[in-house]
């Protein structure tokens, strides 16, 4: 039976993606800060590499987390931004670089991008800017893995189950069911394809 991680697997992405898989006849297990079947943390490259250690044979990763930080473009600081380049980017990133040295041949890495790299909310830049950089680096870094393995990303607009808390900021975009979003982490997971973003835009 194949095995997948799914980091963030507690979350309100990473629960739909897991039951989804599971449904699949996946043997998953999670991970997360507090959560999870592991604890780590995506931020801290030593943690991510103690993580793989720990879990030893893998087919395949899921990544549904790391925070942005949003913020108004006249008060967003150069630390602010660094929670979500250290966050969301480089933790998604050396998740791939550490753990490509660690999955089985035809394994995947499925990692979570976001609509604002395309549709640009206000305080919104920094996130944008990672979600850009984070399918950048899956269109090229997919080409160079070794063994089979495959790299793509998701990039969900703003979920059902999430709309209320992010009311503020998505004004007027179509939410979508987090089932609907773990169908592109699925397809990713189980499928052929390589470098590409699964966009779910509603
Ligand atoms: N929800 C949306 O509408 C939406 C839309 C587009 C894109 N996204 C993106 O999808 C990702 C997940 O979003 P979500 O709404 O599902 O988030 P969420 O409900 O807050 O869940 C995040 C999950 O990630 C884990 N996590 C967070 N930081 C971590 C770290 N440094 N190391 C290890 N685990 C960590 C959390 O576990 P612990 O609490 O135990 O650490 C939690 O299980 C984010 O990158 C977000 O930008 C979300």
Redesign the pocket.
Do not use: N, W
């Given at each position: 039976m194949a095995k997948a991680l799914v980091?963030?697997?507690?979350?309100?992405?990473?629960q739909a993606v897991v039951a989804k898989l599971r449904e699949q006849g996946i043997n998953v297990i999670t991970?997360?800060?507090?959560?999870?079947d592991y604890?780590?943390?995506?931020?801290d490259p030593a943690s991510i590499a103690t993580l793989f250690a720990e879990i030893g044979e893998l087919d395949h990763v899921v990544v549904?987390?790391?925070?942005?930080h949003y913020a108004a473009l006249p008060e967003l600081k150069p630390e602010d931004n660094l929670t979500s380049v250290n966050?969301?980017l480089l933790?998604q990133v050396n998740t791939v670089l550490i753990g490509q040295h660690r999955l089985n041949a035809k394994g995947s890495f499925t990692l979570?991008?976001?609509?604002l790299k395309d549709y640009p909310i206000a305080r919104g830049a920094s996130?944008s800017m990672v979600n850009g950089a984070i399918d950048a680096f899956v269109h090229a870094a997919a080409f160079e893995l070794p063994r089979g393995i495959r790299l793509n990303s998701v990039?969900?607009?703003?979920?059902t189950?999430?709309?209320e808390k992010?009311a503020d900021y998505f004004k007027g975009f179509d939410?979508v069911p987090a089932d609907k979003?773990a169908n592109a982490f699925v397809r990713s997971v189980l499928g052929i394809e390589t470098g590409r973003t699964y966009y779910v835009y509603g």
């Open positions: 980091i963030g697997g507690h979350g309100t992405i990473g991970a997360g800060r507090t959560s999870g604890k780590f943390d995506m931020t549904a987390a790391g925070a942005t966050g969301k933790g979570v991008s976001g609509i996130s990039s969900p607009t703003v979920l189950e999430s709309a992010y939410p979003v």
